[in-house]
């Protein structure tokens, strides 16, 4: 199936300048193009797309995912080199798991923290209003 661009730019969230941008960057070589010039993309190109995006969410560079692009378009010789490149990229983002687990501890320590002091606040105030009252009522 083919599809023009404002039909993948609804499918995957992505603006068509954002499309045009990683042709642009090499990282769509084989987007094809219709007799007047308009993109045409096909079930393989939004594959593609869909790596291209988890890839580039989970940190990897523009420049890593056209060498990985470019490795690919190299065949099967390379497909070692890009398990490789995988691999790596997949430790890095279990190093981030590990520190955004880390920082999401220290958040919640911090909420814990926070709510506490926050409710006995709370309670200092409804403590010294109903304080307050009951003098206003001995007063009368």
């Not at 007799?35 to 993309?41: A, K, N």
């Not at 691999?87 to 890095?92: L, S």
């Not at 010294?128 to 009252?133: F, L, V």
């Amino acid at each position: 199936m083919e599809y023009t661009i404002s039909q993948v730019a609804q499918k995957t969230n992505l603006s068509a300048h954002v499309l045009r941008y990683y042709e642009k960057e090499g990282l769509l070589p084989h987007v094809g193009r219709s007799e007047s010039g308009i993109r045409r993309y096909a079930d393989d190109d939004l594959e593609w797309l869909g790596l291209i995006c988890c890839l580039k969410s989970t940190g990897m560079s523009i420049k890593q995912i056209r060498a990985f692009v470019d490795l690919s378009a190299q065949g099967d010789a390379t497909l070692g080199q890009r398990c490789e490149m995988l691999a790596a990229h997949k430790k890095e983002v279990q190093v981030q798991i590990r520190q955004m687990h880390r920082h999401l501890e220290k958040v919640t320590c911090k909420i814990a923290h926070f709510g506490a002091q926050y409710q006995r606040y709370l309670e200092a105030r409804v403590s010294s209003a109903t304080g307050a009252a009951q003098d206003t009522a001995c007063a009368r």
